[in-house]
T-cell receptor, first 115, second 111 residues
Framework: NAGVTQTPKFQVLKTGQSMTLQCAQD?????MSWYRQDPGMGLRLIHY???????DQGEVPNGYNVSRSTTEDFPLRLLSAAPSQTSVYFC??????????????FGNGTRLTVT | GEDVEQSLFLSVREGDSSVINCTYT??????LYWYKQEPGAGLQLLTY?????DMKQDQRLTVLLNKKDKHLSLRIADTQTGDSAIYFC???????????FGTGTQLKVEL
């Protein structure tokens, strides 16, 4: 049981380049999300999905796109990378919420540097 | 919007107790969580507390919730070097999946 798998672990981009951060989970979780972690700012929600075919914006969505064509995968696309997007990105998933506790399971992160 | 605050650093001696504090603003918070992040890794759930509880104990961990003051704390008894990590509190309203995280507290355990 792999849990939440993120690839790549490290990436360096030049300003203006595009790329996709991959996230896959094998726990049949309905809910998936992307966070970015920056020093002194904790984790901020970028985008999330409550199920296949459904996505929504989080706190800091600008410059990022997502799609959810399957339950397992939730890729994050950077359309035109900027130095402000240098960060560590985490994908997280959990069971669908029905009011019960539903803790997030995190991947190990992708460390992105934009020069 | 929701806001969750933590102090950035805490240093303790091995064997002492650690207390990590967190304050939040959302009065509709239903579940409050503590996550641990070790270097180079993702966050792992340590424990959680439902908003109608005052305290929860799990081995060396004690969570205290003061709902009136919107204050949450995590006490680690007999702190070990392996407890050195960043600790995040997080809250969610209505049992939803969208968590709001604090800034994280870096715990350093000294010999």
């Amino acid at each position: 049981n792999a849990g939440v798998t993120q690839t790549p672990k490290f990436q360096v981009l030049k300003t203006g380049q595009s790329m996709t951060l991959q996230c896959a989970q094998d726990m049949n979780h309905e809910y998936m999300s992307w966070y970015r972690q920056d020093p002194g700012m904790g984790l901020r929600l970028i985008h999330y999905s409550v199920g296949a075919g459904i996505t929504d914006q989080g706190e800091v969505p600008n410059g990022y796109n997502v799609s959810r064509s399957t339950t397992e995968d939730f890729p994050l696309r950077l359309l035109s990378a900027a130095p402000s997007q240098t960060s560590v990105y985490f994908c997280a998933s959990s069971y669908g919420s029905d009011g019960r506790v539903s803790p997030l399971h995190f991947g190990n992160g992708t460390r992105l540097t934009v020069t | 919007g929701e806001d969750v605050e933590q102090s950035l650093f805490l240093s303790v001696r091995e064997g002492d107790s650690s207390v990590i504090n967190c304050t939040y603003t959302d009065s509709s918070s239903t579940y409050l969580y503590w996550y641990k992040q070790e270097p180079g890794a993702g966050l792992q759930l340590l424990t959680y507390i439902f908003s109608n509880m005052d305290m929860k104990q799990d081995q060396r961990l004690t969570v205290l919730l003061n709902k009136k003051d919107k204050h949450l704390s995590l006490r680690i008894a007999d702190t070990q070097t392996g407890d050195s990590a960043i600790y995040f509190c997080a809250e969610t309203a209505g049992g939803g999946n969208k968590l709001t995280f604090g800034t994280g507290t870096q715990l350093k355990v000294e010999l």
